[in-house]
């Protein structure tokens, strides 16, 4: 867009102007809703609700076949468990 023989920027037509506007819109609206889109709560939940269910399975996998770090945590959910109950029957 620019006048090669006097070194001046040429000014836009109103056919670029307006393809411009377009594609500003076009960006614009896409922005707006992938923000939209982040802070949905619905959006969110189903995310989260993934999230747990593939830890969920990975957790499970890792007790089928004996996983250390996995038979760990259930260890210690037993023995927090049994922590509470002994506690629990001695302030009786």
Do not use: H, N, W, Y
């Amino acid at each position: 867009m620019s006048d090669a023989s006097s070194g001046k920027a040429a000014k836009p037509t109103m056919d670029e102007l307006e393809a411009q506007i377009a594609k500003a819109r076009l960006d614009l609206t896409s922005t707006v809703d992938e923000l939209s889109d982040r802070v949905d709560p619905r959006v969110q939940i189903a995310e989260l609700k993934a999230t747990v269910s593939e830890r969920a399975k990975a957790f499970t996998q890792g007790l089928k076949s004996g996983d250390p770090k996995s038979l760990g945590i259930v260890a210690g959910g037993v023995a927090a468990l049994g922590l509470v109950i002994v506690v629990s029957i001695r302030r009786r």
